[in-house]
């Protein structure tokens, strides 16, 4: 295979050995706070909003979700060219976080803020705001700050502690929104101020997060390949790369699952008769998350990613099969959903390792390191996954007849908020486990790296 000729000289141990302190560890961490301040309001409340807050029909939720995805699909791409082909002095990656954090909290605010005139009206803000916030703003800061993990270190484990850490900080995030949110809103008087006011904080304190990112990260793999490979030959690399189509997919699904706990609150207003639940049920649907991802270092000296994946799933059937037993009671929904928690933990977990190790496969296979257009995969599927999640939740909710802001629903309603929130997050983790079957890059990778480090000695 034909090696990079613009390559610049680097050191194998330093290119693929660096090691990262834990500083500045903690500060690429934060991104997952500042991203998920105002992400998890988004996956958790944003399907609600629009039905019961600003009055849109479910059908029409889902539609403005979906529709959104086939934006997002060129927009991920797009930013992922550009991260490549960025040569500023901060880096490839940084200086986007310190030019979209400020947008990124007023695109926040405006995303809660429907006004109310007329119902076409309503639909078109609201699918102009969401592709405002998603398909640019967060694509703008996603694709980037997933980037920067492959960039600040080139070392397996060391960006194995990176996605941990995040994944770590963003759960914390989720727990803390999914508990304070309703009350914030209530705070601020309700409706749909309430909600403004709430997001205007939260848009706040995530503008203010991403700039401490931006100014206490390094990127330390620079200067790789002088090259700027054309968008269709990256794009043909990309299609050569089994692996990084394989977690591709992943990442969609993941993301799906990561959107599906939006239900959660309709569960709770109508299936357990009490939304005040919503705290307790994602609290103990994250706090498990927590326990498993400080364990995760230490296994991953014992079991592969792919393996975690395995061991994970029988936790979450597991779980799946507890909240079946009583599905109505609250004393079996909270154990169930703590065991699902502790088994969704080893894939959230190791998802950006998995899409960053793929970077070294594609160079491996292709002779070509794109860092950002690889690492598009990550915003990519974790856009997509969330808007699918939430599309899905709309047309399920419009096919049950579900009417917003109703006093009760009807059996069929019933049956489908009972469906998203227990049975379908099973199906998609089967899923990833039949994908995940046939990756072997785990197995691979230290080979992988000897060849590399021999071409670039």
């Not at 090696?3 to 500045?24: C, G, H, M, Y």
């Not at 779980?319 to 169930?336: A, K």
């Amino acid at each position: 295979m034909e090696i990079l000729k613009n390559a610049e000289t680097v050191s194998p141990q330093s290119f693929f050995d660096e090691r990262v302190a834990w500083r500045e560890k903690a500060a690429y961490a934060m991104g997952d706070v500042g991203a998920n301040v105002v992400w998890a309001t988004l996956t958790s409340f944003m399907t609600f909003f629009f039905t019961d807050v600003a009055g849109i029909g479910a059908a029409a939720v889902g539609s403005i979700f979906l529709i959104s995805r086939i934006l997002d699909a060129f927009s991920d791409v797009g930013m992922g060219v550009l991260v490549d082909r960025t040569n500023h002095k901060y880096g490839k990656a940084r200086p986007w976080l310190l030019w979209v954090a400020i947008p990124y909290g007023i695109g926040a605010v405006l995303l809660f803020s429907v006004p109310d005139f007329g119902m076409t009206g309503k639909i078109i803000y609201a699918f102009l705001t969401y592709n405002l916030m998603s398909t640019v703003l967060y694509t703008v800061f996603a694709q980037p700050y997933h980037t920067l993990m492959a960039l600040m270190t080139g070392d397996q484990y060391q960006r194995s502690l990176l996605t941990v850490m995040r994944m770590f900080a963003g759960v914390c995030t989720a727990i803390v929104i999914n508990n304070a949110t309703l009350p914030l809103v209530e705070h601020f008087g309700g409706g749909a101020g309430g909600w403004q006011k709430t997001m205007a904080v939260y848009g706040a304190i995530a503008a203010v997060i991403i700039i401490l990112v931006f100014l206490f990260t390094k990127e330390r793999i620079r200067g790789v390949s002088a090259k700027k490979t054309p968008v269709r030959e990256g794009l043909k690399a990309l299609a050569a790369n089994k692996y990084w189509l394989m977690i591709l997919v992943v990442g969609v699904l993941v993301y799906i699952l990561f959107a599906l706990p939006g239900a959660t609150i309709y569960y709770a207003c109508y299936v357990l008769g009490n939304p005040m639940y919503l705290g307790s049920i994602m609290t103990c649907t994250f706090v498990p998350n927590l326990l498993c991802f400080a364990a995760i270092p230490l296994a991953l000296k014992i079991f592969s990613k792919r393996m975690l994946v395995f061991i994970g799933f029988l936790f979450y059937a597991i779980g799946t099969g507890v909240l079946l037993v009583e599905p109505t009671n609250i004393n079996y929904v909270l154990p169930g959903v703590f065991i699902k928690g502790l088994g969704f933990a080893p894939l959230a977990g190791t998802l950006y390792a998995l899409i960053a190790d793929t970077i070294e496969y594609g160079e491996w296979k292709t002779g070509l390191r794109m860092e950002g257009l690889i690492m598009s995969a990550a915003s990519f599927g974790q856009k997509v996954g969330t808007g699918i999640g939430l599309a899905i939740m709309g047309w399920l909710l419009a096919w049950g007849n579900y009417v917003g802001n109703a006093a009760a629903q009807s059996p069929e309603a019933l049956h489908v908020i009972s469906f998203m929130f227990i049975q379908l997050p099973l199906c998609i983790y089967a899923a990833i486990i039949a994908i995940m079957y046939f990756y072997r890059l785990d197995r691979e990778y230290p080979a992988i790296i000897a060849e590399l480090n021999q071409r670039r000695s």
